[in-house]
């Protein structure tokens, strides 16, 4: 039987705020356990939350720029439930009044364009991160309290694939609008998924589970595959899915069950009597709403139109903002924008995943790459020593120019010393002049290789070719 597959997600992504959710904590990645925390996002009773007005700018800038509405009033509710990561025993996180309301990602899966609505997004508090060792467990508060905006999308996403495509789409808007590092080693983006299979035909979803913290995208693309597999057997085999919490175990390839999936009644949401509502007029929301930057699709359609490079090119640069920036530095620096383009998909793209880098901290100035297009294509240098002039100043930084020269790399364009490498070549190699002289056209072309290796790639190949059919005609 054939089996329909439907999968909906709650991306939980950490802010790029300096300070925690309700307190003056910071928030940075790596200090010793505990040393980020003071009473409030300790827990203590009775001290004090205040709201981190940075955090709600950056969720509603998420909510403008993915069409989402944001209602005038919205407020924090206190979500109770019971864990050692979390000592007041409640998370405060919002319930019926999200900060904002539908809205919708564009993207693409398999060649085809897709929409993923949202039901909303909502901020809340993180919690503590228990760590487990031989002898003992201990709590690490560090991040708690950190701002967490939660997304939660309809369950609009058909296969395993498109999960993964709809993420990496979110994870690009999310990078060009700074509103999270999504440093996803660091824990900045955690994915909930839930996902069930219906016979084909079948109108009614079928039972879903739901697997929790889920901290990578191949780890979801895992999972889910995993999951919905066992759910078909599931079924197969006569039985029936329950509606449960699951985890994944990365080690093992399983999602195994956790608990039986909680109700929303069960946290016994009530709203938190130590926050005033946020109330936002239109002005501010007018205001944030101007200062979203241009996003991803816009930028891929603009670099194609502006710099008439071809549709996939401009996908691979404008999947990174920073690229994007760098990539139309050095194209307004050079006349040739898809030579340039083809050098940051190529050489420079390779070069820093070889080495882990980014493109902030590349030593190759757009400048200096708009320089080396233009000695390419004025003949200074052959397309060949062009990589190894790049490859020079991606390690050390350099003028194209003083590089080409140091390392006598300028291509011989003078036409009398080719002709003396086109002789030489000529007279080494009878058999091959002889070959050609009876219709072989192929042994033109072992004598251009031949030229080409006598100068050590430096002569210049048009060059070549002209001077050796004249030199050939003649003979
Ligand atoms: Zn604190
Ligand atoms: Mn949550």
Redesign the pocket.
Known sequence: MKYLTTIGLEVHVQLRTRS?MF???GTGFGAPPNTQ??P??LGYPGAMPVMNEEAIRLTVMTGLALGCAIPAFSKFDRKSYFYPDMPKNYQISQYDCPLCDGGAVEFESGGQGRRVRMVRIHLEEDVAKNMHFPSFSGVDFNRA?VPLMEIVTQPDMGSPEEAMDFLLALKQTLSYLGVSDCNLEEGNVRCDVNCSVRPDGQEELGTKTEIKNLNTFKGVFHALRHELDRQVDVLESGGRVTQETRRWDADQGVTYSMRSKEDAHDYRYFPEPDLMPVELDAATVGEWRAAIPELPGARRARLTAEYGIPGYAAGVIAADRAVADYFEAAARASKNAKAVSNWVMTEMLRLLGERGMTIGNARVTPGALARLVSLVDSGVVSSTAAKDVFAAMFESGGDPDALVREKGLAQVSDASEIEAIVDRAMEENPKSVADFMQGKSAAAKFLVGQVMRLSRGKANPKLVNEILERKLGAE
């Open positions: 925690k307190c003056a904590c925390v003071c409030v996002c309290g």
